[in-house]
């Protein structure tokens, strides 16, 4: 079946430092999207990638689709105690309606 | 805006015993999914709907099953429980086709079996 693999699973960081998460589908996807979750918390939705080779910004984060639609990134510059959390990638995958998560990666960041 | 509801938000049980998870997803959506979070783990996907019929199955164990009704919420019923099904069960909706397919998360339903 269709899987999604991110790694790192941890990344420790410095205030102030980069962060990058990535993404692999064993498929090609419709679309891939992007989740944060708090602790304790739920998966809040980040943003949706659809286009091949598609790059989006929000503030200090980047996201990037690949050119064959299977793989993606997530980059935080300058990292903040507030970007603490884990983030998730997730596929959506053909017509049958199965949005697939990433293990996630659990990002710390050090003040 | 309406967001996710799921309810009850926690549950204790005790083994073999059944319960029943509820969710009521934003209007208007036509997909609706569930998911078996446990700690320190992704979430794992475990049914979904589109359109009150089941489009796909994770690894949703044979104890369980769900199902969407006609005002398009949806319950999570599971059976002889056992201590590994505590986790946290996310259910989650979202449009399956067009431009915003995001998922919108309910905040969960804590379940203990002890």
């Known amino acids: 079946g269709q899987q999604v693999m991110q790694i790192p699973q941890y990344q420790h960081v410095q205030e102030g430092e980069d962060f990058t998460t990535y993404c692999n589908s064993s498929?090609?996807?419709?679309?891939i999207q992007w989740y944060k979750q708090r602790p304790g918390g739920h998966p809040v939705f980040l943003i949706q990638?659809?286009?091949?080779?598609e790059v989006k910004k929000q503030k200090r984060l980047t996201f990037q689709f690949g050119e064959a639609k299977k793989n993606s990134s997530l980059h935080i510059t300058a990292t903040q105690t507030t970007d603490v959390g884990t983030y998730f990638c997730?596929?959506?995958?053909?017509?049958?309606?199965?949005?697939?998560f990433g293990k996630g990666t659990k990002l710390s960041v050090k003040p | 805006a309406a967001g996710v509801i799921q309810s009850p938000r926690h549950l204790i049980k005790e083994k073999r015993e059944t319960a029943t998870l509820k969710c009521y997803p934003i209007?208007?959506?036509?997909?609706v999914y569930w998911y078996q979070q446990g700690p320190g783990q992704d979430p794992q996907f475990l049914i979904s709907?589109?359109?009150?019929?089941?489009?796909d199955k994770g690894s949703i164990p044979d104890r369980f099953s769900a199902q969407q009704f006609s005002d398009y919420h949806s319950e999570l019923n599971m059976s002889s429980l056992e201590l590994g099904d505590s986790a946290l069960y996310f259910c989650?909706?979202?449009?399956?086709?067009?431009?915003?397919?995001?998922?919108?998360f309910g905040q969960g339903t804590r379940l203990t079996v002890v």
């Open positions: 989650a909706s979202s449009f399956l086709v067009g431009v915003n397919t995001e998922a919108f």
């Open positions: 498929t090609t996807l419709s679309n």
């Open positions: 990638l659809v286009k091949s080779g």
């Open positions: 997730a596929g959506l995958g053909g017509s049958q309606g199965n949005l697939i």
């Open positions: 209007p208007r959506h036509d997909t």
């Open positions: 709907f589109y359109e009150k019929m089941q489009s």
